[in-house]
């Protein structure tokens, strides 16, 4: 059992040792970086799928109607973020985090948030219903995602240990998903909508495929938000 002095020992180590980072090409894996003040700088684009209302749907039905909900979700999801070349970092219970490297970077993730909304949709909610065709439950969900240098560590202890992902883009990217309103599911910051490719920005037919917004609690910071879905074939 650690003592009050063993933390503090382990705590003024941490602040005292110098951290050593080298530039990642990848995304890295968490046995790639060392326990100590050891990390990886990385340019990336990072997303947040977040299941709306997790605590109502736990509270108001069953386990096992809950567990198919969040199976179903976080199913399409990661299937969604790997197939547009993400890879998963992380699930903390209701959501999932992808993070994406590489020149298209911004409308891979971008792209994969339409298609999860297609998947929710299209898919999920229509398969629900045939299933449960008396259950009033619909499935609701948002999509956040942010472009910075992200700071990559890793925590814990040995045996109990994983990467902690510092960095605007990580943080942004989950608290867009609170900002979620009625069918905007996708909502993303100003630079990956300035870096990300017209394929993603307007309909085949030219329509603006988002919609700018002010985000109040980020400083009046410039976002974008959007009702679109990618078909998924």
Known sequence: MATGNDLLSEVTAIFATNWESREGQQVP???????GNDAVKLNATVLYADLAESTNLVDSETASFAAEIYKSYLVCATRIIKDEGGVITAF??????????????????????????YAVTQLINPALNKQYPNKQYEVRQAV????????????GIRGSNDLV?????????????????????????KDVF????????????????????IWTARNNMTIYRSLWRWRID
């Open 29 to 35: 894996e968490p046995t790639s970086v060392a326990l």
């Open 144 to 155: 956040g995602v942010d472009t910075s240098e992200l700071f990559v560590a890793r925590t």
């Open 92 to 117: 903390d219970g209701d959501r999932v985090m992808g993070v994406f490297i590489g020149q298209t970077k911004n409308t891979s993730a971008v792209k994969s948030a339409l298609k999860i909304n």
């Open 194 to 213: 300035d870096a990300m490719l017209e394929e993603v920005k307007t309909s085949s037919d030219g329509r603006p495929m988002w919609e700018q917004r």
């Open 165 to 189: 992902w510092v960095g605007r883009a990580a943080n942004y990217a989950a608290k867009l998903c609170s900002l979620r309103s009625e069918s905007y599911a996708s909502w993303i910051t």
